[in-house]
Each structure stands twice: as structure tokens, then as C-alpha cells.
């Protein structure tokens, strides 16, 4: 198995930076705005999306992601493919479910090995837990335009790049908000998606230095 999966594997099983490492990316209020809400009601919706890593043919690692179709809750945004739970699911199950109905990922295509931190949106009242899965070769993609408008893939090594990360103030909900996001396609990688990614990073910079030591 591959030194990085071999790690990921090992450190999902243990204490994650969690909050932390979320709120890095997470819009702040400039100007009374409100602060983001990170503890989920009970009522909380139980969702979930699927972090999936595949080599590209440099053997360097890239992570999958969608582009929302417009007319959607969230569209126009990147995101994990991914959605809520439906009765009797763990999380597991339903980040390849959801997929494969977005995507056409293979449940089966899919080695899950651990899963992220757990982050509460309340726009959506989801509590989603970022489900983490690899395949040995780049997979097959068949989108779903009802629910995704495309589909792409960036190396994790381009995530940690500093020139690819931007900080800007926009308005949000009528409020402005200083907006940390990457760079690496046309629209922002920014919010929840940012926020789940950041602490997969945060393992992977571990990984890097421990793997360099």
C-alpha cells in the first residue's frame, strides 16, 4: 500500500486536529457579522461526503471534486460529492451512495479508511462527516447533471502551495467577511468544503514531515 494511504490510515484512527484546523478556512466578520455556529443541534441533519485520493499518472496524489449544478442548495459551489443520510446509514455508506448518484463512482471502487472531523453547516442544519476513500487508478466519472455541473481533481501538493492561497473580503448575507480560499479553479474553493479540506491537509503536511525526517 502506498506510504501516504498507509499513514492516513493510521492517523484517522486517532485524535484529529478537528476544529482547529477547520476554522483556518472558515470565513471571519469584518463587520458584526455573525460567527460561525460549529456545534450541531440535536435536530442537526446527518449527512455526509466522500474525500476520495487516487494517483494520477506521476504518482502524485490528487483529491476529487464537483462543481454544484446551479439550481441546487450550495450550487455554483465545489464541493465533495456527498449529501444526507438516509434512515439506518452510517457515514460510510452514505458518501458512496451519494457518489455514485452524483458522479458514478463504484462503491465497490472504493477503499474508505477512516473519516475527518465532523462539521456542522448550519445554512443547511447538516452535521456532515467527511468520509476518507482512495482507488489505485483514476476513476471513471459519469455526472449526474441534475446534481453536478462538473467534475476535477487537484494534487494535494497544489492545495499546499501558498500562491494558491488567497484572502479577500466579500459580502456575505449583507455582511462583509475576510474569505480565505484556494485559487486552483475557476471558482473559489472556499466554506465547508475549505473548512473539511483544511484538516486533511494538516495530515498530509504531518505526513510530509514525518515522511522527510
Known amino acids: 500500500m502506498d506510504p501516504l494511504i ?9 485524535p484529529l ?8 478556512m472558515a470565513p471571519e466578520p469584518v463587520d458584526g457579522g455573525a460567527q460561525r455556529n460549529m456545534s450541531p443541534p440535536n435536530d442537526a441533519d446527518p449527512s455526509s461526503v466522500l474525500v476520495l485520493l487516487f ?11 464537483t462543481l ?16 444526507r443520510a438516509e434512515p439506518g446509514e452510517e457515514a460510510p455508506q452514505t458518501a458512496l451512495r451519494e457518489a455514485r448518484e452524483e458522479i458514478g463512482i463504484e462503491p465497490e471502487a472504493v477503499t474508505v479508511i477512516g473519516h475527518l472531523s465532523d462539521l456542522y453547516v448550519a445554512y443547511s442544519n447538516n452535521r456532515v462527516t467527511p468520509v476518507v476513500g482512495f482507488q ?29 492561497l488567497t484572502v479577500e473580503d ?16 475557476e471558482v473559489p474553493l472556499w466554506g465547508a468544503t475549505a473548512m473539511m479540506l483544511n484538516e486533511l491537509l494538516v495530515l498530509y503536511l504531518e505526513y510530509l514531515n514525518t515522511s522527510t525526517s
Not at 170 to 185: A, E, Q
Open 55 to 65: 494517483p494520477n499518472n506521476e504518482q502524485r496524489w490528487e483529491l476529487v471534486l
Open 6 to 14: 498507509t499513514f492516513l490510515q493510521s492517523r484517522l484512527s486517532r
Open 170 to 185: 466579500w459580502n456575505l448575507r449583507s455582511h462583509t467577511y475576510r474569505v480565505p480560499y484556494w485559487d486552483v479553479h
Open 136 to 164: 489505485e487508478v483514476r476513476p471513471k466519472f459519469h455526472i449526474n447533471p441534475d446534481e453536478v455541473e462538473e467534475v476535477f481533481a487537484v494534487e494535494l501538493d497544489s492545495l499546499i502551495r501558498k500562491k494558491n
Open 68 to 83: 454544484r449544478s446551479s439550481h441546487i442548495n450550495h450550487g455554483g459551489q465545489i464541493s465533495f460529492p456527498g449529501g
Open 17 to 24: 486536529p478537528g476544529e482547529r484546523s477547520q476554522l483556518k
